[in-house]
């Protein structure tokens, strides 16, 4: 168990619809990265937030959206869905805002299925 | 740019194998960092090991050992007689090691599924 939890576990939806993913990072943690694994993509860097500010953008929709909270945990909302936003997304957490020295822990996912 | 190459799709060995999963690795930076996530078949992934650039002695924790080569931009991964429950997808990652706006995004191989069979 890495310490960081993410809610749902699985998420089944339909296009169009909106949809927010929770994740809370390890006790003590300010970072949270938020990644989503695909079949076609793999696994691509999405968003991160430190203490609660927004840190680095990567491949991030414009669709997609993210915060994170003055208790630390991160929301990841996802509207007007897609087929292709099938995926496993996953939030891991690290205590420094960069530099690469640090280890981010992942948690378990949320799958999300769009129908 | 940063990029991660794993050849290897897929791996099958039988039990008792040794078996090495291959990852190559392209950076500008001269300070970076190396990980290898494990990610069994229950979906979470699982951190194993982080190197930074400016270490390049090779790391053994049990039947794992991980032989990192700037030469060659390498960061080999090795397991000694493998089990069943090494059955996973294992993936590599490298990370800027500059604090810089970015701050240090995770870039991961495409992976590589180890099978071990009795």
């Known amino acids: 168990d890495s310490g960081v939890t993410q809610t749902p576990k699985h998420l089944i939806t339909a296009t169009g619809q909106r949809v927010t993913l929770r994740c809370s990072p390890r006790s003590g943690d300010l970072s949270v990265y938020w990644y989503q694994q695909s079949l076609d993509q793999g696994l691509q860097f999405l968003i991160q937030?430190?203490?609660?500010?927004?840190?680095a953008k990567g491949n991030i929709l414009e669709r997609f959206s993210a915060q994170q909270f003055p208790d630390l945990h991160s929301e990841l909302n996802l509207s007007s869905l897609e087929l292709g936003d099938s995926a496993l997304y996953f939030c891991?957490?690290?205590?420094?805002?960069?530099?690469?020295?640090?280890?981010?822990?992942f948690g378990p996912g949320t799958r999300l299925t769009v129908l | 740019a940063q990029k991660v190459t794993q050849a290897q799709t897929e791996i099958s060995v039988v039990e008792k194998e040794d078996v090495t999963l291959d990852c190559v690795y392209e950076?500008?930076?001269?300070?970076?960092?190396l990980f290898w996530y494990k990610q069994p078949p229950s979906g979470e992934l699982v951190f194993l090991i982080r190197?930074?650039?400016?270490?390049?002695q090779n790391e053994i924790s049990g039947r794992y050992s991980w032989n990192f080569q700037k030469s060659t931009s390498s960061f080999n991964f090795t397991i000694t007689a493998s089990q069943v429950v090494d059955s996973a997808v294992y993936f590599c990652?490298?990370?800027?090691?500059?604090?810089?706006?970015?701050?240090?995004?995770?870039?991961f191989g495409t992976g590589t599924q180890l099978k071990v069979e009795l």
């Open positions: 950076t500008r930076d001269t300070t970076y960092y």
């Open positions: 891991a957490s690290s205590s420094i805002p960069g530099g690469g020295s640090d280890t981010q822990y």
């Open positions: 990652a490298l990370s800027e090691g500059r604090i810089t706006g970015g701050g240090n995004k995770l870039t």
């Open positions: 937030y430190y203490n609660g500010e927004e840190r």
């Open positions: 190197r930074n650039s400016f270490d390049e």
